[in-house]
């Protein structure tokens, strides 16, 4: 029993050095963050929309179309993961501020389902929103998966997808159950279209950031070489005097 124990503490020690060196890298850590933060509050508007649609209905006896609409963004969703390798952007460069956008598009078609009271208007909202959703998670699994090894891979996606579902439990503690504030589905979606917008609001300072750090490389390396030429060019005076 203690060879086994051993045994096991030595696998989870292991398994702990490989996590941490993978999420070292930034551009893995900045994936990962809107992998989970996204992916929880993707859980709870799937599972609630179908209860605030029935708050919005006009009448219980109008047409329900809710698994139209659940097959129809899945088809579109399906779809935009599939083109998001012919978007010409440079994910690398420019992956934080398109998660800040985007992310915002999913809290703006968040908020229009909950306050427009328009059952067309709430279906609409709801395929574009896991639309963007699938074609985001497309990029971001991607962009992990490249960088990383199969068996790095399986672990991050594994931690990643645990976090997101530890996120979930917690919001829904606090915003859903009886034991937290107990809120109506409503004021519910304020709050998870406010939490896409903070979302989008962490990406758009971590682009900057990395947008701002990249031109102060540029502009150390252009100093270099101008240091480096005129250098050069002082040598060359020299030799010939």
Do not use: H
Request: aromatic share 12%; hydrophobic share 50%.
């Amino acid at each position: 029993a203690g060879a086994q124990n051993g045994g096991l503490l030595e696998v989870l020690k292991m398994l702990l050095k490989d996590l941490v060196q993978c999420y070292k890298s930034r551009p893995l850590l900045t994936w990962s963050v809107w992998w989970a933060l996204a992916t929880c509050g993707y859980f709870q508007i799937i599972n609630y929309a179908q209860p605030l649609w029935e708050t919005v209905r006009s009448s219980p006896d109008d047409s329900v179309y809710n698994g139209y609409v659940e097959t129809l963004s899945t088809l579109l969703g399906a779809l935009a993961a599939l083109l998001v390798g012919y978007l010409p952007v440079s994910w690398s460069r420019w992956g934080e501020l398109a998660l800040c956008v985007l992310s915002m598009l999913m809290a703006v078609c968040v908020f229009v389902m909950d306050l427009l009271k328009n059952i067309w208007v709430c279906y609409s909202s709801y395929v574009v929103f896991r639309a963007t959703y699938m074609l985001l998670i497309t990029v971001v699994t991607y962009q992990i998966a490249a960088s990383l090894s199969m068996q790095r891979y399986a672990l991050v996606f594994g931690v990643n997808t645990f976090g997101a579902l530890l996120l979930q439990t917690l919001l829904t503690v606090i915003v859903v159950d009886s034991s937290g504030l107990n809120l109506n589905v409503t004021t519910q979606f304020l709050i998870y279209g406010g939490y896409f917008a903070m979302i989008s609001v962490i990406f758009l300072f971590a682009g900057l950031y990395r947008l701002t750090s990249m031109r102060g490389s540029k502009e150390e390396g252009l100093d270099d070489v101008q240091a480096e030429s005129s250098s050069s060019s002082n040598n060359d005076v020299t030799r010939s005097m």
